[in-house]
């Protein structure tokens, strides 16, 4: 099982801030958590692919420096999903 950690607005959708799942890779991972939340897919996706703005962290690391939604995972990994972040 994988602890995928959710926040601000994909937290909402969600209704907690975090949940387990078990997955083998990235996208394995988001292809479950859409399926369970469906909302979430359009946040997610545009035209098949990742927005940019969805921020991926695997154990503190970018998704995008590592093998993006190939990215493999292990038991007891901490997956954290970011929406936009902006600020002032």
Do not use: C, Q
Request: net charge neutral; proline share 3%; charged share 30%.
């Amino acid at each position: 099982m994988v602890k995928v950690k959710l926040f601000a607005n994909f937290r909402e959708v969600v209704g907690k801030k975090e949940v387990e799942i078990d997955a083998d890779s990235v996208e394995d991972l988001i292809i479950k958590l859409t399926e369970m939340f469906p909302k979430l897919k359009e946040m997610f996706f545009e035209g098949g692919k990742l927005r940019d703005y969805v921020h991926i962290m695997v154990g503190g690391k970018n998704i995008r420096g590592l093998e993006g939604l190939k990215t493999r995972l292990n038991e007891n990994d901490v997956v954290a999903i970011f929406p936009p972040v902006s600020g002032g």
